[in-house]
């Protein structure tokens, strides 16, 4: 286990992959490394999607920002399957202090957030516990229905597929580290990237990013695989794409979207923003022939892409070329964001 973050691949395997309680022939995709969302086959040809995380109370960003993370890191996981989340459970374990009004003030926002992206809260279980301080205030699921045959998953990436990201890297790291430390950030790199850092933070959504590119809705089927950053960041979720679908790997460090914003950021707090949280990029595997068709669509609504590789022969390896030197491209099981952010909060960094 690490110190904090996800559980290590190593923990996953031999923890966790062991231990899936009763077998059932209808889930059709269990609990795997690298990938978003678990399936069950239902009647009639559909298919139920579904996918968990924690829930975030962050009192340095606030009641309202806590939600939205709450809300669209789940709605992310869901847009890899290439349809949107339909419905919501709920399980909240509040520290005591929180008073009512503000408990009020944060589910309303986690409402308006689910009735905005079409999400129905259908139940959970809420409650407070004794010493509980932690930024994680319970966890959700969100699901889906959609036909079966349909549905992607990012273990179903194909060599030759081209990669292409979405937006940028490093983004919600970038935003929640300069509206956590504000004056650190300010003092150190001056009002406009601060500005920039917030700015950030409400396009950390790449529900769109997942529907658009995929199309699934209107029938089109230029994608392969999609994968959502999270921990890890853009390199990180193209290793555990690569590692869910059996193959090997090609990236070009030099295509890699990093923006001034959040390489200033990131330098600040010594983190690589290659390698640390990156919600609001989606990671696309797509059949080389469609490749500009699904470029094309995401930038007629806005939303830049890059491609960035492709994914190769699974003995070939995992490989990262800088400066025309190929590298085997390394993974790192801890997240460098959180030691950066808790850093930063024991020294009195405000």
């Avoid at 919600?172 to 300010?186: E, G, N, R, T, Y």
């Avoid at 990013?209 to 959502?228: F, S």
């Avoid at 492709?310 to 070939?316: A, D, H």
Wanted: glycine share 10%.
């Amino acid at each position: 286990m690490s110190l904090s973050g996800k559980i290590t691949g190593e923990g996953f395997e031999h923890i966790i992959l062991p231990r899936r309680g009763r077998r059932r022939d209808e889930v059709l995709s269990g609990p795997a490394f690298g990938v978003d969302v678990s399936v069950i086959n239902l009647p009639g040809g559909l298919g139920l999607a579904l996918t968990s995380d924690p829930l975030s109370l962050v009192p340095s960003l606030g009641l309202q920002e806590s939600a939205w993370l709450s809300v669209h890191l789940m709605a992310n996981d869901m847009a890899t399957t290439g349809f949107a989340p339909q419905y919501a459970q709920m399980v909240l374990n509040l520290p005591p202090g929180l008073s009512r009004q503000d408990f009020t003030t944060y589910w309303d926002h986690i409402h308006r957030y689910c009735d905005q992206i079409g999400v129905a809260i259908t139940g959970g279980h809420t409650g407070s516990i004794e010493g509980q301080n932690s930024t994680i205030a319970g966890g959700g699921t969100m699901l889906l229905t959609a036909p079966v045959n349909d549905i992607l998953l990012s273990k179903n990436a194909q060599v030759g597929d081209v990669i292409v990201v979405t937006r940028q890297c490093a983004m919600s790291s970038a935003a929640i580290l300069a509206m956590s430390f504000p004056q650190k950030v300010k003092n150190k790199l001056g009002a406009e990237v601060y500005n920039q850092g917030c700015e950030l933070f409400y396009q950390t959504s790449s529900l769109k990013d997942g529907l658009i590119a995929a199309g699934t809705e209107n029938g089109l089927k230029d994608v392969t695989a999609m994968h959502d950053v999270t921990e890890g960041g853009v390199l990180g979720a193209v290793y555990e794409m690569a590692i869910a679908s059996g193959n090997g790997v090609e990236v070009h460090n030099h295509l890699l979207p990093v923006a001034e914003v959040q390489r200033h950021i990131c330098g600040l707090f010594n983190i690589d923003p290659r390698y640390c949280i990156g919600a609001g990029a989606m990671i696309t595997a797509v059949n080389e022939q469609w490749v500009h068709n699904v470029v094309q669509r995401l930038n007629e609504n806005k939303i830049p892409a890059t491609i960035i590789g492709r994914f190769t022969e699974k003995q070939k390896g995992y490989t990262l070329i800088e400066n025309g030197e190929e590298k085997p491209m390394p993974y790192f099981s801890e997240d460098p964001y959180w030691a950066a952010f808790f850093d930063a909060y024991k020294n009195g960094w405000k």
